[in-house]
T-cell receptor
Framework: AQKVTQAQTEISVVEKEDVTLDCVYE???????LFWYKQPPSGELVFLIR??????QNEISGRYSWNFQKSTSSFNFTITASQVVDSAVYFC?????????????FGAGTILRVKS | EAQVTQNPRYLITVTGKKLTVTCSQN?????MSWYRQDPGLGLRQIYY???????DKGDVPEGYKVSRKEKRNFPLILESPSPNQTSLYFC??????????????FGPGTRLTVT
């Protein structure tokens, strides 16, 4: 069965600190996709990144970076030099290619609070 | 502007009073889906649709109905709402190509309270 675990319920940091959000997934399939979404206090869900299981290259986008390690079934998200605007709930999600369609299985989310 | 819209954004209703939450997308996406978000549980899929007239149950379909008569619209129907359906609901859409999974674009959410 598919499962996504975000063990960190809530993280608080001070502005300019680096912070890593952990994501561990379970799937029986060899072809799958991983996603991160951001939910700011306004409530909308914002897509951040999509990664397929065959691409283990790490990705960097500005202050954001993602570390995908199939050996440990992890897809961690790091924010460098955090800012107050990064305060949000972050969700990791998995889509298994065996499943018909695009079903996303979400983790419970990590609340990130960045204090000035 | 590419977007998914939902209406209403907020709704307070009473047990048993039928309601419909509308969802519309302007990206010509084949795939549409409904999720509910509850504290500590993340988002869970209620129903999804691969295309017009093709719908199927997600993980938590009990108490909900959907229909897909047009590609752009995917309404969520609660025939007899109960307090345990109090939640934040999201509609989403994405393209579909073979077995690849693409990012889903979400609507702004509908906060439903059933008393």
């Amino acid at each position: 069965a598919q499962k996504v675990t975000q063990a960190q319920t809530e993280i608080s940091v001070v502005e300019k600190e680096d912070v890593t959000l952990d994501c561990v997934y379970e799937t029986r399939d060899t072809t799958y996709y991983l996603f991160w979404y951001k939910q700011p206090p306004s409530g909308e869900l914002v897509f951040l990144i999509r990664r397929n299981s065959f691409d283990e290259q790490n990705e960097i986008s500005g202050r954001y970076s993602w570390n995908f390690q199939k050996s440990t079934s992890s897809f961690n998200f790091t924010i460098t030099a955090s800012q107050v605007v990064d305060s949000a709930v972050y969700f990791c999600a998995l889509s298994d290619a065996r499943e018909y369609g695009n079903k996303l299985v979400f983790g419970a989310g990590t609340i990130l609070r960045v204090k000035s | 502007e590419a977007q998914v819209t939902q209406n209403p954004r907020y709704l307070i209703t009473v047990t048993g009073k039928k309601l419909t939450v509308t969802c519309s997308q302007n990206m010509n996406h084949e795939y549409m889906s409904w999720y509910r978000q509850d504290p500590g549980l993340g988002l869970r899929q209620i129903y999804y649709s691969m295309n017009v007239e093709v719908t199927d149950k997600g993980d938590v379909p009990e108490g909900y109905k959907v229909s897909r008569k047009e590609k752009r619209n995917f309404p969520l129907i609660l025939e007899s709402p109960s307090p345990n359906q109090t939640s934040l609901y999201f509609c989403a859409s994405s393209r579909v190509t073979g077995v690849a999974s693409y990012e889903q674009y979400f609507g702004p959410g509908t906060r439903l309270t059933v008393t």
